[in-house]
């Protein structure tokens, strides 16, 4: 049974950088995509960006000046970082797995609230 | 990018009754290369992530009921859940994996 848990600070100040780690379990690490998705009120469901095992990444274009990701398939963790966070950053953070050739996501972890406020 | 619009944002439906939800998207999800669909359909009960139902537009998730299926080609979609259940309430969204970025429908929400 594959299990995915977002880890990080649920409160980053505005400006600051916001990390957010996931870690897996119970299944294969390689061969998957994988994937950060937030979700606000304000804006439904967003896709962020995967990082593919192998390290290679592909960002959303809106966001893409101010996310990096990175993976630890020793741990079998990645990692989110999304700087120069702002109040419109507050949202329900969702890591997920892609499968081996399409972007659909049939795994999720459970989601971790951030709010951005000073 | 691609944008997907649901239809209706809210509906309520009687327990044993059909509810459709439709899904339109703003350009073909139909890939000429191997005739699928890209558009996938998931289910989101309050305090949890969305759990997926339907893939390749009408391909059902293993362990979905079969009350759940998914039509539709091209640019237009729906979800239909044959006779509803108490425990499907909740939201429901399409979502794109034709291109990126990866986009969702604004959602559904199912009330009974």
């Known amino acids: 049974q594959v299990r995915l848990q977002e880890s990080g600070p649920g409160l980053v100040k505005p400006l600051e950088t916001l990390s957010l780690t996931c870690t897996v379990s119970?299944?294969?690490?390689?061969?998957?995509?994988w994937s950060w998705i937030r979700q606000s009120p304000g804006k439904g469901l967003e896709w962020i960006g995967y990082?593919?095992?192998?390290?290679?990444?592909i960002y959303n274009p809106s966001l893409q000046s101010r996310v990096t990701m990175s993976i630890d398939t020793s741990k079998n963790q990645f990692s989110l970082d999304l700087n120069s966070v702002s109040a419109a950053d507050t949202a329900t953070y969702f890591c997920?797995?892609?499968?081996?050739?399409?972007?659909?996501?049939?795994?999720w972890g459970q989601g971790t609230l951030v709010t951005v406020s000073s | 990018d691609i944008v997907l619009t649901q239809s209706p944002e809210s509906l309520a439906v009687s327990l044993g009754e059909r509810a459709t939800i439709n899904c339109k998207s703003s350009?073909?999800?139909?890939?000429?290369?191997?005739?699928?669909?890209?558009l996938a359909w998931y289910q989101q009960s309050p305090g949890h992530p969305p759990k997926l139902l339907i893939y390749?537009?009408?391909n059902r998730e293993s362990g979905v009921p079969d009350r759940f299926s998914g039509g539709g080609s091209g640019t237009d979609f729906t979800l239909t859940i044959a006779s509803l259940q108490a425990e499907d309430v909740g939201n429901y969204y399409c979502q794109q994996y034709y291109t990126s970025p990866y986009t969702f429908g604004q959602g559904t929400k199912l009330e009974i």
């Open positions: 350009q073909s999800l139909l890939y000429n290369s191997d005739k699928k669909n890209y």
């Open positions: 990082i593919y095992y192998t390290g290679t990444t």
């Open positions: 390749w537009a009408s």
């Open positions: 119970g299944g294969s690490f390689s061969t998957y995509y």
């Open positions: 997920a797995r892609g499968t081996p050739t399409v972007q659909f996501w049939s795994h």
